[in-house]
């Protein structure tokens, strides 16, 4: 599986933006996708999911900020970040587990891309 993230960028505290993540190289039809997030200093955060069958999940941190979405091939994931907070700053990783439903941790997520950098400056 290849994860290619995009999007990221510096902006101000209220701003917004929208990560990409151009997914390819599945070899099986079911699959959860993720984005992932990690700040200076601090450990891996699960920011917001999409199950095979469409269903989704959020930090508490984010709801009613953030939207994860795809497109209707599943080639494409997408997190588009409003009002976003100092908070928010650290590196977002695009990741996808195999199976109907979304992993339980963090660490069972076995695919990741490289990330791409979001500054949140105040």
């Known amino acids: 599986v290849r994860l290619l993230e995009s999007g990221g960028g510096s902006v101000d505290s209220g701003g917004s933006l929208k990560l990409s993540c151009a997914a390819s190289?599945?070899?099986?039809?079911?699959?959860?996708m993720a984005w992932i997030r990690q700040a200076p200093g601090k450990g891996r955060e699960e920011v917001a999911t999409?199950?095979?069958?469409?269903?989704?999940t959020y930090a508490d941190s984010v709801k009613g900020r953030f939207n994860i979405s795809q497109d209707n091939a599943r080639n494409t994931l997408y997190l588009q970040m409003s009002d976003l907070k100092p908070e928010d700053t650290g590196m977002y990783y695009c990741t996808t587990e195999y199976g109907t439903w979304c992993p339980k941790w963090v660490d069972e997520y076995d695919y990741w891309g490289q990330g791409t950098q979001v500054t949140v400056s105040s």
């Open positions: 190289g599945f070899a099986h039809s079911k699959y959860c």
């Open positions: 999409v199950a095979d069958d469409g269903s989704t």
